[in-house]
């Protein structure tokens, strides 16, 4: 089946500092990617949509200076939290569309920011 | 925009017998029902989904049933089974193919 992976899979840093994850399709090419964030014991939201070769959508409430997504290609699109704080620690999670409709998830990256 | 609710928020069964998991939508226009399950600390992994356009459809143990008049739809799963355990999520999909999800059910099989 597709694969989709995620780097890292955790990352610490301290406040103040940027942090970028990576998202990749590994077996297939993905024109739209998404980002999730999910807090503990919490359900995914959506952040943003990515779209190769534009800019990307942020749904409403995300700060799209804060969280900078850059997909320059079909198989990678890219996370950047800038200026991390603790309450930015969280589970975030790409995913990309493998079939009309069908989404397949990374395996997360589990940011703490101290 | 699109809103999920999902019900129970836990759900508690015997080893061997049924759980139904429930969620309505509010966007008519939604027309793709997944199911995810998540086990703690990784990935959502689909376990089925439904298109608008079918009532109902089933993979082994796994069930799951539209009814778009109502804008509800649900996961049946008979004979559970210990490592049927875990967080399940339901979702619908906009004009963007953008998910939007339910907040979860956690479901405990017991021995």
């Known amino acids: 089946g597709a694969v989709v992976s995620q780097h890292p899979s955790w990352v610490i840093c301290k406040s103040g500092t940027s942090v970028k994850i990576e998202c990749r399709s590994l077996d297939f090419q993905a024109t739209t990617m998404f980002w999730y964030r999910q807090f503990p014991k919490q359900s995914l939201m959506l952040m943003a949509t990515?779209?190769?070769?534009?800019?990307?959508?942020?749904e409403q409430g995300v700060e799209k200076d804060k969280f900078l997504i850059n997909h320059a290609s079909l198989t990678l699109s890219t996370l950047t939290v800038t200026s991390a704080h603790p309450e930015d620690s969280s589970f975030y999670i790409c995913s990309a569309i493998v079939r009309a409709y069908e989404q397949y998830f990374g395996p997360g990256t589990r940011l703490t920011v101290t | 925009g699109e809103n999920v609710e999902q019900h129970p928020s836990t759900l508690s069964v015997q080893e061997g017998d049924s759980a139904v998991i429930k969620c309505t939508y509010s966007?008519?226009?939604?027309?793709?029902f997944p199911w995810y399950k998540q086990e703690l600390g990784k990935r959502p992994q689909l376990i089925i989904d439904?298109?608008?356009?079918?009532g109902e459809k089933k993979d082994q143990r796994i069930a799951v049933t539209l009814n778009k008049t109502a804008k509800h739809f649900s996961l049946h799963i008979t004979e559970t089974q210990p490592e049927d355990s875990a967080v399940y999520f339901c979702a619908a999909t906009g004009s963007a193919r953008q998910l939007t999800f339910g907040s979860g059910t956690q479901l405990t099989v017991l021995p």
């Open positions: 966007d008519s226009a939604s027309n793709y």
């Open positions: 439904i298109r608008s356009n079918v």
């Open positions: 990515s779209n190769e070769g534009s800019k990307a959508t942020y």
